[in-house]
Each structure stands twice: as structure tokens, then as C-alpha cells.
């Protein structure tokens, strides 16, 4: 396949030279929690790219056609659709509104003979819907306790296998990944498989539960791998072993001795994302300070860079940042203590098969694309 | 960034001390505790935010209430000692909680230091009171408010009067050399010597 993103050349962020190309989204200084971007997607050829917000707007983006009198910029996307999944309920019992927040978009892959989709929006149970049948869906994993008083675990993240349709897995708030194949039984209550890294003692803490609750799982695209994402550090796991993961890149450690303010503001709880680019050589998931991460598997290099207005001048290139850690702050370097807790990157998004990628930044959405040699 | 610890600072007197013997120990303690119980009142109701921040929060606050029953026998030395060395008083912390939670509800003026009037070396350890223990539970909070819990303690058994006992080595989770107090603690100290 052609494009950087495939076989043979270096795909790994560092190889590359980002460069911004777009953003989305009003510049105001107060955002509307409506208007916060909550998913970012591409579809399986990478034409179309969807956001979802809080509000409960979709907006499909287009490729442009290649622009021949443009050649250096590779095709822009514009809107090509916007619409309201669902308009605000309010729940006259309750007196209770019901949020229309859009938690995730997932594109139908082309070549699936399932046709099956997961929904896991409750914390409590995995449903399985077919696409054919609209008004009912098949719950499949069920961890709700009789009292739920006992209730000391919850699902956080699922996903289907990208080759095997009967398998999928799902994350917990305890840091444990199972692996469940549908054929086994009716119910997958019984896991296949079940990912858990051991606990490192010297670094016991009151907060080791919730910085090891994993926020987001993905399969690689070869179905081989699955990468975990939990507070400060982004796992990959060989499916084939399941005692600990096969890398393991630290994401924001610095942030290790905040815990406890973290704790105190809420910001623990946060749930970031991550994902893989199209050859499964790269991973990137994002920080706080709109800044976002890299991690190349191959070279073993990682960088961090921002999505902020003043780096977006049309194919300017992304400076790498660095976060000063302690002593001496270098010119360039942003202390610990300055970084901006508010500007989270929790939602990221790459290509399929080039190397695009979108970056999602409260209410703004980045598209960056990496130079054209 | 230290939100959280700037703004408990902000709270005490200007010109107090920071002792960073079983005190300060105790006092950080205090500080999650108090985090974590204001957290599971504001998480209720109609409105609670998701369904894995309060199973986590509440695992959180089961591992402190764990933590405060494993604290072994009392009797701290008299010197100051490094962070990690001394062992826990439970009762004292029991009872700086629930001096300045009485004082926080009378709307008084916050103490100085909650823990410096305690003489921690010279402390009795009696059991911890279950029903004390019991507040730490959130099943409780919904049901009543804080001050009707804790004024039906009986206190006095806490501040109390010496009796000293060898010391031990420490082996709580607070304690032990290496963990996580060593760095999380270090680092307060940093913002604090620093400032």
C-alpha cells in the first residue's frame, strides 16, 4: 500500500515531521460543556472522519480530492455531514435530565461478515447488537452484583477482535483486560483470557487502584497486539501472554508525585484514549496541556507535541515540547507546576493507512499531517 | 499545580510549623481522608457523576479504613524522627479528625496544626471505635450527615495520658521504608521548605 503508512518505512512519530494542518471548532474563550468533543474517529479507508460532542452533534468531515495546484498539502477535510444523534430527554420521574453526550463512534468495518456491534455505555453490562436489528440487543457480559453494595469493579472500555468476530475483550477499572470468545457460551461470563500485570510493591499507593483503572483499549490492526491505556502510562499486550504486557511507555510519570492533588480535583479520573497507526508501528494517546504523545516501536523514541492555535500557521511544524521535570528549567521547557490541568487531550484519532491525524482539544479539533518529502 | 495541599495550607495559620514526624504524617492521612469522605457526600444524589469514579473512590476510602486498623501499637519516640521510622498513632488521628471536624462544624476557627497539641509519643493506643470506623463507610453518609456520627463518639478514652512503650517497627502500609510516603511525602516537604 502506498503512503508512509506502510510497510518498510519508518511510520514511527519521530521519523516524521508533523506539521499543522487544520482546526475546527470556534476559538472562544468559554466553552460550552456542549460543544466538548467526547469521540474522534476515521473510517476504514480514512475518507471520512467523525466527531462526536456532548451534545449529542455528529459532524462528518470529507477528504477533498487530492488539489493539484496544492501539491503539498495532502486533501483538506471538510464537512460533509452534521446532524443531532438525539435530542435531550428529560425524565419526568426523576426530574432528572437525561444526558445526550456521544460517548463513541464506530464506523461499520467494510468487510465484516458479523455485522454485530458492542455497546458499552453502561458500566455494568456489554450488549450485543446486530446491525439488522434495531429495537433489541443481546447482553453478553453481565457484572452487576445482587447488592450493589458489593459492587467494587466496573467495565470501562470493549472492543471486538479485528479479525476473529466471536472474540472481543473489555477493560475494568482495576487494570484487568479479559479476552472472551462468544462460541465458548451464551454469556461470556467466564473469560477466556484475563490480562493483569502484577503489582509493583515499592510503588504501592493510596491511589494505585484508580491510576491502574484502564481507560481505553484498541486491538492493533493486525489483531495481534491490544494496547491498554491507564493514568499515566500507555501497555501493550501480546494477546499470546497473558502476565504481563510486552511494552510498557510512560505517558506523563512526572505526575506520579501529584497524585494526590489529582485526586483532590478530579483530574485521576480522566479517561484518556489511545491508538495505533495503520502498520501498528506507532501508538499516540494525549496529556494534559493540550499536549499529546508519541511513541514510536520500533526506534523506541517518544515525543510530545501540542495542538494549540499559536502553532497554527498552515504547514507549520510541530516543535517537539519537553516538560521540566526538576532542576533547572531549560529554555523551551514548561515546569510540571505550569502545565494547564484544564486542556486535556483525552480523544485522538490516526489514519488508517497515511500519516493524518486528529487530535481532539476540548472543543477543537487538530488535523496533522507529517511533511511531504 | 498542588492545588489541593496549597489550598489545605491556605487554611492554617500563617506562621505554624510544619512538623514532619508522625504529625505531618498524620495530618496528610487527615487530608485524604477528608477528600475522599467529601467526595462521597458530593457524590450523591440525583446528579452523581459516573458509576466507576464512585466504585474507585469508595475502594479508596475501604483501603484507608483498612490502613487505620492495621496501625500497629503507638508509642512514638520523643525526638522527632525521619519520615517512615515512626509508627502511627491511630488514636491520635482519631482524635485530631474528630477535634477538627467538631471545630470545622461549630464553624469555629480552624485550628492551627490539628495534630500539634497531641503529645504523640506519650499517646495509649486503644482500639479503634467501630462505630467510628463505620463513618468512614459511605453506606453511612447518605443516611445521616456527618456531625450526628461523630458527636455520639466518645472521645475521652483519646485524649489521653501517657504511657509509654517500646517502639516498633512499623508495619502498616504508612510506614514502611520505600513506599509511598517517602515520595509523596519528600515531595510535600520540597513545596513546603521551598516556599
Not at chain 1, 142 to 151: F, G, R, S, T, Y
Not at chain 2, 93 to 98: A, D, M, R
Not at chain 2, 138 to 156: A, E, K, M, P, R
Request: charged share 25%; glycine share 6%.
Amino acid at each position: 500500500m502506498a503512503g508512509a503508512g506502510g510497510g518498510g518505512c519508518p511510520a514511527g512519530g519521530n521519523d516524521l515531521q508533523w506539521c499543522f494542518s487544520q482546526v475546527k471548532g470556534a476559538i472562544d474563550e468559554d466553552v460550552a460543556e456542549a460543544d466538548i468533543i467526547s469521540t474522534v474517529e476515521f473510517n476504514y479507508s480514512g475518507d471520512l472522519l467523525a466527531t462526536g460532542d456532548k451534545g449529542g452533534r455528529v459532524v462528518i468531515f470529507q477528504r477533498e480530492q487530492e488539489n493539484k495546484s496544492r501539491p503539498h498539502s495532502r486533501g483538506e477535510y471538510n464537512v460533509y455531514s452534521t446532524f443531532q444523534s438525539h435530542e435531550p430527554e428529560f425524565d419526568y420521574l426523576k426530574s432528572l435530565e437525561i444526558e445526550e453526550k456521544i460517548n463513541k463512534i464506530r464506523w461499520l468495518p467494510q468487510q465484516n461478515a458479523a455485522h454485530f456491534l458492542l455497546s458499552t455505555n453502561d458500566d455494568l453490562r456489554i450488549n450485543l447488537w446486530h446491525l439488522e436489528i434495531t429495537d433489541r440487543s443481546f447482553n453478553i457480559v453481565d457484572i452487576k452484583p445482587a447488592n450493589m453494595e458489593e459492587l467494587t469493579e466496573v467495565i470501562t472500555a470493549a472492543e471486538f477482535h479485528p479479525r476473529q468476530c466471536n472474540v472481543f475483550v473489555y477493560s475494568s477499572s482495576k487494570g484487568t483486560v479479559r479476552l472472551c470468545d462468544m462460541r465458548s457460551s451464551a454469556l461470556c461470563d467466564r473469560h477466556s483470557k484475563f490480562f493483569e500485570e502484577p503489582e509493583d510493591p515499592s510503588s504501592r499507593s493510596f491511589f494505585s487502584e484508580i491510576i491502574s483503572s484502564i481507560s481505553d483499549v484498541k486491538f492493533s490492526h493486525s489483531g495481534r497486539y491490544m494496547m491498554t491505556r491507564d493514568y499515566l502510562s500507555v501497555k501493550v499486550w501480546d494477546l499470546n501472554m497473558e502476565s504481563r504486557p510486552v511494552e510498557t511507555h510512560q505517558v506523563h510519570e512526572y505526575l506520579r508525585s501529584k497524585l494526590c492533588s489529582l485526586y483532590e480535583n478530579d483530574c485521576i479520573f480522566d479517561k484518556f484514549e489511545c491508538c495505533w497507526n495503520g502498520s501498528d508501528s506507532a501508538i499516540m494517546t494525549g496529556s494534559y496541556n493540550n499536549f499529546f504523545r508519541m511513541f514510536d516501536r520500533n526506534t523506541r523514541r517518544d515525543v510530545t507535541l501540542e495542538a494549540s492555535r499559536e502553532n497554527s500557521k498552515p504547514r507549520a511544524s510541530l516543535k517537539p515540547r519537553k516538560v521540566c521535570t526538576g532542576g533547572k528549567r531549560k529554555k523551551d521547557e514548561i515546569s510540571v507546576d505550569s502545565l494547564d490541568f484544564n486542556k486535556k487531550i483525552l480523544h485522538t484519532a490516526w489514519h488508517p493507512a497515511e500519516n493524518i491525524i486528529a487530535v481532539a482539544a476540548t472543543n477543537n479539533l487538530y488535523i496533522f499531517q507529517d511533511r511531504i518529502n | 499545580m498542588v492545588g489541593g495541599l496549597k489550598r489545605k495550607r491556605s487554611d492554617l495559620e500563617e506562621d505554624e510549623k510544619w512538623d514532619w514526624g508522625p504529625a505531618g504524617l498524620r495530618s496528610y492521612q487527615q487530608a485524604l481522608l477528608r477528600i475522599s469522605l467529601d467526595k462521597v457526600q458530593r457524590s450523591l444524589g440525583p446528579r452523581a457523576p459516573s458509576l466507576r469514579r464512585h466504585v474507585l473512590i469508595q475502594n479508596t476510602l475501604q483501603q484507608l479504613q483498612a490502613a487505620l486498623c492495621l496501625a500497629p501499637a503507638p508509642a512514638l519516640p520523643p525526638e522527632p524522627l525521619f519520615l517512615g521510622e515512626e509508627d502511627f498513632s491511630l488514636s491520635a488521628t482519631i482524635g485530631s479528625i474528630l477535634r477538627e471536624l467538631e471545630t470545622s462544624m461549630d464553624e469555629t476557627e480552624t485550628p492551627q496544626n490539628p495534630v500539634a497539641p497531641v503529645s504523640p509519643q506519650n499517646e495509649v493506643l486503644p482500639q479503634p471505635d467501630p462505630v467510628f470506623l463505620e463513618a468512614l463507610s459511605s453506606q453511612y453518609l447518605g443516611d445521616s450527615g456527618l456531625d450526628d456520627f461523630f458527636l455520639d463518639i466518645d472521645t475521652s478514652t483519646v485524649e489521653k495520658e501517657p504511657a509509654l512503650a517500646a517502639p516498633e517497627p512499623p508495619h502498616s502500609l504508612f510506614c514502611a521504608p520505600g513506599s509511598w510516603e517517602w515520595n509523596e511525602l519528600d515531595h510535600i516537604m520540597e513545596i513546603i521548605l521551598g516556599s
